[in-house]
């Protein structure tokens, strides 16, 4: 089955600096990788996602990117600031087809940002 | 509109205990999930409902059941609790099992349910 490992586990930049997490698939099938963060006592959001067909997506300040050859992709946050601060999940699954939309989660990355 | 709501909260249980989890939507969506969250290891599929009246094994059924009570509710059963299913559980719903593009891959999580047990 899939897997999807992620990282870096946590991590601590200064308000306003850029944040990047990582993230790496194993099963080339998956074709839609969603990007979720959770707050603190609630249920995961989704932020953003992207599917197999294109290398990024953009949405203000959060972009991900994705290298179908290399089986990974990324979240990238700019100016972040201290309401960025929750843990972020990446996850993988073949969504687009009738293989289904089970998704795959990564382990989770906490991103605490220092105003 | 509630989205996905979950009851209990909370929950504290003894090694051989019984209960269920519930979970309903309101935004008509065909499709739901059990995931359970452990430190470090992101979310796990426990099982899945492609469409009512269907349900389906994810990556870790051992020691649950489900089922699918109608289109809006989506039960998680411990049969005999034991100490390895402390976890927090989460309910999710989207509108198809199959996305084919668009918004219908989109999983709405509910607040989660925070079980331990002893």
């Known amino acids: 089955g899939e897997n999807v490992e992620q990282h870096p586990s946590t991590l601590s930049v200064q308000e306003g600096d850029s944040a990047v997490i990582k993230c790496t698939y194993s099963?080339?099938?998956?074709?839609?990788f969603p990007w979720y963060k959770q707050e603190l006592g609630k249920g995961p959001q989704l932020i953003i996602d992207?599917?197999?067909?294109?290398g990024e997506k953009k949405d203000q300040r959060i972009a991900v990117t994705l290298n179908k050859t290399a089986k990974h992709f990324s979240l990238h946050i700019t100016e972040t600031q201290p309401e960025d601060s929750a843990v972020y999940f990446c996850?993988?699954?073949?969504?687009?087809?009738?293989?289904?939309?089970?998704?795959?989660f990564g382990g989770g990355t906490r991103l605490m940002v220092k105003p | 509109n509630a989205g996905v709501t979950q009851t209990p909260k909370f929950q504290v249980l003894k090694t051989g205990q019984s209960m269920t989890l519930q979970c309903a939507q309101d935004m008509n969506h065909n499709s739901m999930y059990w995931y359970r969250q452990d430190p470090g290891m992101g979310l796990r599929l426990i099982y899945y409902s492609a469409s009512e009246g269907t349900t389906d094994k994810g990556e870790v059924p051992n020691g649950y059941n489900v089922s699918r009570l109608n289109k809006r509710e989506f039960s998680l059963r411990l049969e005999s609790a034991a100490p390895s299913q402390t976890s927090v559980y989460f309910c999710?719903?989207?509108?198809?099992?199959?996305?084919?593009?668009?918004?219908?891959?989109?999983?709405?999580f509910g607040p989660g349910t925070r079980l331990t047990v002893l």
């Open positions: 996850a993988a699954s073949k969504g687009l087809n009738n293989a289904g939309n089970m998704l795959t």
């Open positions: 099963d080339s099938a998956s074709n839609y």
């Open positions: 992207i599917r197999s067909n294109v």
């Open positions: 999710a719903s989207s509108e198809a099992l199959q996305g084919r593009g668009g918004r219908r891959n989109e999983q709405f």
